[in-house]
């Protein structure tokens, strides 16, 4: 299995940054293929909000392009997101998502989440 532990989530005034981290640990880690950071904001559904490949390839929502940044450190087992510019709407419960094929089949995996606020 593989357990995802996010870290980094806490009250910010618009305007500034935060950085997200999940520490993503296990006996199947080594199948993580792709990573993804879901958001969800009060009183609607989840969206995706960046996306990255074990080769690196990265892709983000229209609405954090430019702001965000998603990496990972193979290394240490851990997944960031790098938030700057924040504003109010990007308000919300923050979940690092993890998955691969593991014995033919896909596999998922979530984090607890973390919250994040943006102050106007």
């Known amino acids: 299995q593989v357990a995802l532990v996010e870290s980094g989530g806490g009250l910010v005034q618009a305007g500034g940054s935060l950085r997200l981290s999940c520490v993503y640990s296990g006996a199947y880690i080594f199948t993580i293929n792709t990573m993804r950071w879901y958001r969800q904001a009060p009183g609607k559904q989840r969206e995706l909000v960046a996306h990255?490949?074990?080769?690196?390839?990265?892709n983000y929502a229209d609405s954090m392009k430019g702001r965000f940044t998603i990496s990972r450190d193979n290394a240490k087992n851990t997944l960031y997101l790098q938030m700057n510019s924040l504003k109010p709407e990007d308000t919300g419960v923050y979940s690092c998502?993890?998955?691969?094929?593991?014995?033919?089949?896909?596999?998922?995996?979530w984090g607890q989440g973390t919250q994040v606020t943006v102050s106007s």
């Open positions: 990255i490949t074990s080769g690196g390839s990265t």
């Open positions: 998502y993890a998955e691969g094929l593991f014995v033919g089949a896909l596999r998922s995996y």
